[in-house]
């Protein structure tokens, strides 16, 4: 049987490059070698403040992202995580077999409750629901950035605590990391790529071409005289250019950046080809999509229905295995 690969991405409204070079390639990817489930999680994206009236249109706009960028529902299973009930009643049984500390610890937490006014408890608890999202389906590889390693590790924890306890039934979970470095803001090299900075910091996937084109125009190149080694800028538009385009340009670009010869408008011209070059193709499924909107939901239903015939069978003996449920009165 094919190791099960499990991952969730959050329905941000717009993929930008950072997004699919750092997770959304290696989706498509593994869905060639592994029994792969994945999973828009809304109920993530609620535990800071939202809109309702925008955030199923922010999902529709995934789902059809991820078709459109090679995700194939007949090879990979593709759904919405609040469509499938289980994940919330697996995560509550987590929550019993989760220490205070083991959130208390989690830096991500404290990093982002910083920027919230209100800080929820589902802020704090989310870890516990992403470990559910996981196990839920007993996946035993998750793709992962490095980012997100502590949170793979209390699902671990929380795995061995369920086995010691209560029997033997979920896997030790393993990540999967990506090989793409990190992709950052065009505008502020010193920052992570991310729509919550602003417009000017990222570069969508679906973004139309004179904008792409005048985000790498504008990037920050170099500040002040040019060091022995790359500026974050200059070494931001060299990776985008490796994931984008050919070795054999990349390593001409390269070479006579290592001579002084290079100068920054050719590369970003060669930056802005190579990555146009890339995303066409996507940008002309994904407006293809756009014309029957109706297909993808049907994707999303069916992926639903797949997703939780294989959550309702685990629920069933985790409800028994813990002496919970309707089942555990019967005789």
Known sequence: ???????????????????????????????????????????????????????????????????????????????VQSHVPEHTELAWIFNCLTSFGDLGRMTQFKDKSEQQEFVSAGLFDYPVLQAADILLYRASKVPVGEDQLQHLELARRIARRFNGRFGEFFPEVEPILSEAPRLMSPADPGQKMSKSLGDKHYIGVMEPEASIREKIKTAVTDVGPRGEQMSPGVANLFLILKLSADSKLYAELEQAYQAGTLRYVRLKEAVAESLLGMLRPLQARRRELEKDLGSVRLVLEDGASRAREIAQQNMKEIRRLMGVGPESLKA
Do not use: W
């Not at 959050?10 to 592994?34: D, W």
């Open 1 to 79: 049987m094919k190791e099960r690969v499990f991952s969730g991405i959050q329905p941000t409204g717009e993929m930008h490059i950072g997004n699919y070079f750092g997770a959304v390639v290696n989706y498509v990817r593994l869905q060639e070698q592994h029994d792969c489930i994945y999973s828009i999680v809304d109920y993530h994206a609620i535990t800071v403040e939202h809109d309702p009236k925008f955030l199923p249109a922010k999902v529709l706009s995934m789902a059809a992202d991820l078709l459109a960028c090679g995700i194939d529902p007949k090879r990979a299973i593709l759904f």
